[in-house]
């Protein structure tokens, strides 16, 4: 048995982000990383203060953290409701040799504040739920990406709420989701004290329609002065990843 095989379970496997030097352990039936949390990484801004706490929201097998393991100082807090996922985010860690950084808590956020203070937080991340729950929603057959996907376990409400809460003064929030929800979630933020400061919307492909938005927030920061920084375009017409894309997934264009 090679040494990183220790780690895996059932149908599970380990891919890499190369350019972060990043291993994810990854399940094909449960839960894998898409482009949206390798989006989300790079938009946040650097900052390598030792002290510096970090908390992921919602985070899965744990990949937006690990992502920023070198762009951002200080320790993280991963925090996920399955505990499938909260397992193999805790073995990523261990995997990336990083538990002196990493913590994992199998939880609901609802319930952060039993294990992370109010008002002690410098960066919260999240990559929720993006589809509310209606009568007429198509959930997806699998429950580990329905619950990751759809609004059935908490609601960008939640995620507003709790985001604003681990939050000290000033301290930065960062988001993906999906721009159909724009003026609902532009509203939220601003309802609990998070100020957008930073937009930036990602294209599938060149005349198509956005379909993911990041955005970054500052708690009780001053009102106004929003930027909308230069679009991302994923793919080119021939369906392959144009350069900048190719460059943070595999570090080179």
Request: contains cysteine; charged residues 25%; glycine residues 6%.
């Amino acid at each position: 048995m090679n040494e990183p095989t220790k780690f895996l379970r059932g149908d599970e496997r380990i891919d890499q982000l190369y350019s972060q030097d990043v291993k994810i352990i990854q399940s094909p039936s449960c839960f894998a990383f898409s482009l949206d949390a390798v989006l989300l990484a790079d938009f946040v801004r650097p900052n390598h203060r030792h002290r510096l706490k970090t908390v992921d929201l919602c985070a899965g097998n744990g990949a937006v953290g690990l992502f920023l393991h070198d762009k951002l100082g200080g320790t993280f807090t991963e925090v996920e409701i399955q505990k499938r996922l909260a397992d193999m985010a805790a073995r990523s860690i261990q995997l990336n040799q990083l538990d002196n950084r990493y913590r994992v808590l199998n939880m609901d956020i609802a319930d952060i504040f039993a294990q992370v203070p109010k008002d002690s937080v410098d960066v919260v991340l999240c990559n929720p739920p993006y589809f509310p729950v209606t009568e007429k929603s198509q959930r997806n057959p699998n429950r580990y990406l329905a619950i990751a996907r759809h609004e059935i376990k908490t609601n960008f409400t939640m995620v507003a709420q709790q985001m604003s809460g681990l939050l000290k003064m000033n301290g930065h929030g960062y988001l993906v989701h999906r721009p159909d929800r724009l003026t609902e979630i532009l509203t939220t933020l601003q309802e609990h004290r998070l100020v957008p400061k930073r937009l930036r919307f990602i294209y599938p492909k060149p005349g198509r329609e956005a379909n993911m938005m990041l955005i970054e927030v500052i708690k009780d920061g001053k009102p106004g002065g929003m930027k909308v920084v230069p679009p991302i375009i994923v793919n080119g017409d021939d369906g392959e990843y144009l350069p900048a894309v190719r460059k943070l997934l595999y570090g080179k264009e």
